[in-house]
């Protein structure tokens, strides 16, 4: 295998994944990713941060290939994503995996366990001895500590806790034997007691060699998790830096409001509200910085202007006129 | 002097579910009160019986569940011995109202915002509509929610505004308490920042009790003046927040703290190994047993009682009487 020229696991340019809106005869579109620009190097994990409607599940899903994008390019290890080979494309639906947010949407009801995590093995046909196969389930229940296997692989989906079913739902994919995996709020339906075990169980996997892009509109739990961190917000990418940078010092208003909402566990220190209001639509958004009429720093300019991905410290980018 | 500022009064409270399976203890013998103008957080996992507790104070329980003991005073009235016509009359939306968890949901999708306040007014009491919509609006205005918005349905709105009309419906007949359950748990955590401050404004300016129900500690942390930790269907622990915080007693509620991201520290967070038990079969003993870093031989077999620990600070665990005798 060519290493050398695929540093980059992932790497989206420009890219745009727009969706029409469903009204007869509308010409309008919601645009989702609006031009993104985006690398996550091998062995590295990097956590995708926003509020709902920011385009993150969306950029996510079109990463691996689920959504083709309206303009731009996906690029897996070097390679357009969507002019790859058949073949290519089976290959590459084992080496990257997705685990989604709310697992029990994910996994059909009557299924056992090992019928789920079995299922993307069959798809591809990855094995056609019984025995191999039993052994790969077993392998990937044990990796999400789910013992002993034989005993949890013969029990129903819906016997399980939330806890075990999104481990369930991380087997699936580590089953595969992944190189990448990208998951979709892997822990925010999760009791809070369990959701450090998740991140644990996740944390060990990205010691054994895999990349992560982790999706959440909670930066806190990234925090410990992602080495880089990128801020969406409508569509745009509006802040990259190291994780433990953006969080002690965010520099763009946004990542500041989400830095200020995240609860923590002391009675002294209270959330704040930076952002006013929610989220616009994103069929037609603001003009100028899409931020700025929940922004409480915005001058004329972000009215008209939009400000541009720019590099104001090193390796960390913000999109902001008064970054 | 007992009972003037305590405005709830909850005494061992037992709820049981009859299931498939058999009987589901939810709730078993709990006791607490809340004091005029303050907030109790209560705070606990899925299935801690959180919600089958404050519903059971209205006596809001699903068809399956039987309350098996305990008394329940709101604002001096015997909640447990009322009809339900006077429950409706005399106490429900009026003297104490509740905010069901998931209720952007509870919206009827078919009624407009309107609709659902004349409703729920006219249910209680005899107020003209007009009456209705001018005070339906002065309080969508005052949580942040535009007054027009009355001529829209429910789906219309986003989850934010759903859960800001839900305050304001709540609101309606002027409540001295108001209970919410999870009443942040499905928003982005910049909305959420928003309701939670909101729920400060009004605490402040009308005045109200309330009891905020949460599974996350760190916001029990941001809103409430009082804490009660539930497991397994049990008070676990109960005090001042900043005691609580600062010198919690109950492993639990210790594995709680710790398993909350803390933004301004660089250590990972931990968990809680193992799984709550299953109340239809719960083990002897302390019900934490299982689960505890600390536990004793003690703890397998015997029921630890709930117990004062200077002040007003209570706690139900075996580990915490040792040290609490060592001590002295």
């Known amino acids: 295998m060519n290493v050398e020229s695929t540093r980059n696991v992932f790497e989206a340019q420009d890219l745009r994944v727009y969706f029409r809106v469903k009204a007869r005869g509308s010409k309008l579109f919601v645009r989702a990713v609006d031009g993104v620009d985006l690398s996550v190097e091998r062995n590295t994990s990097v956590g995708l941060v926003g509020e709902s409607g920011s385009g993150k599940t969306t950029l996510g899903k079109t990463l691996v290939g689920l959504i083709k994008p309206y303009s731009g390019r996906v690029l897996f290890e070097g390679r357009d994503l969507y002019r790859l080979s058949r073949q290519e494309m089976k290959d590459f639906r084992r080496r990257v995996q997705m685990v989604y947010q709310d697992p029990f949407d994910a996994i059909d009801p009557l299924y056992s366990v090992y019928d789920a995590v079995a299922e993307g093995m069959r798809i591809l046909r990855l094995y056609s001895d019984k025995q191999q196969m039993d052994e790969a389930v077993y392998r990937a229940l044990e990796t999400v500590r789910l013992t002993p296997p034989q005993e949890y692989a013969a029990r129903r989906i819906t016997s399980l806790s939330g806890g075990q079913r999104q481990r369930v739902a991380v087997a699936r994919s580590v089953a595969m034997n992944p190189e990448a995996m990208i998951l979709d709020e892997p822990v925010s339906m999760l009791d809070a007691s369990v959701r450090g075990e998740v991140i644990k169980l996740m944390s060990d996997l990205k010691l054994a060699g895999k990349t992560f892009m982790m999706i959440t509109h909670d930066i806190a739990t990234v925090k410990f998790f992602t080495e880089r961190i990128v801020v969406m917000y409508l569509g745009k990418v509006v802040e990259v830096g190291d994780s433990l940078d953006i969080i002690s010092e965010p520099l763009h208003p946004y990542s500041q409001a989400l830095v200020a909402a995240v609860p923590v566990p002391d009675p002294e220190h209270k959330v704040q509200s930076l952002a006013k209001g929610e989220i616009p639509n994103a069929v037609l958004p603001p003009p100028g910085c899409r931020f700025h009429p929940r922004c409480p720093i915005a001058q004329e300019v972000c009215k008209t202007e939009e400000p541009l991905l720019r590099e104001v410290r090193k390796g960390r980018f913000v999109a902001c006129h008064f970054a | ?328």
């Open chain 2, 1 to 328: 002097m007992l009972g003037i500022n305590k405005i709830v009064r909850v005494k061992n409270f037992t709820v049981e579910f009859n299931t498939p399976r058999g009987k589901l203890a939810a709730v078993t013998n709990v006791s607490f009160d809340v004091n005029q103008g303050e907030t109790l957080g209560i705070v606990g996992e899925s299935g801690a019986g959180k919600s089958t507790l404050a519903s059971g104070i209205l006596r809001l329980l699903p068809f399956n569940a039987n309350i098996v003991s305990g008394g329940v005073v709101v604002d001096g009235k015997e909640v447990l011995s009322m009809s339900e016509s006077q429950l409706n009359k005399e106490l429900r939306w009026n003297v104490i109202s509740y905010v069901p968890q998931a209720s952007q949901n509870a919206l009827d999708p078919l009624y407009k915002v309107r609709d659902q306040f004349v409703e729920t007014v006219q249910a209680h009491s005899d107020v003209r509509e007009s009456e209705v919509l001018a005070r339906a609006s002065e309080l969508l205005e005052h949580v942040g929610v535009d007054p027009a918005k009355l001529n829209s349905y429910p789906w219309e709105l986003s989850g934010g505004q759903k859960q800001r009309v839900m305050i304001a419906l709540a609101l309606i007949l002027n409540p001295k308490i108001i209970i919410m359950d999870e009443p942040t748990t499905a928003l982005d955590t910049i909305i959420q920042a928003q309701i939670l401050e909101l729920f400060k404004q009004l605490k402040q300016f009308q005045k109200l009790t309330s009891v905020f129900i949460s599974h996350d500690i760190a916001v029990i942390s941001n809103v409430a003046d009082r804490i009660a930790v539930m497991y397994a269907g049990r008070l676990a622990e109960l005090g001042e927040v900043k005691e609580v915080f600062s010198r919690p007693l109950h492993p639990y509620t210790q594995g709680l703290l710790k398993s909350v991201p803390d933004m301004r520290k660089n250590e990972v967070f931990g968990f809680i190994p193992g799984l709550p038990p299953d109340l239809v079969n719960p083990p002897t003993g302390c019900p934490f047993h299982p689960r505890c870093p600390f536990v004793m031989e003690i703890c397998r077999t015997v029921l630890p009682t709930f117990e004062a620990y200077g002040g007003e600070h209570y706690a139900a665990c075996h580990v915490a009487s040792k040290k609490f005798v060592e001590a002295k």
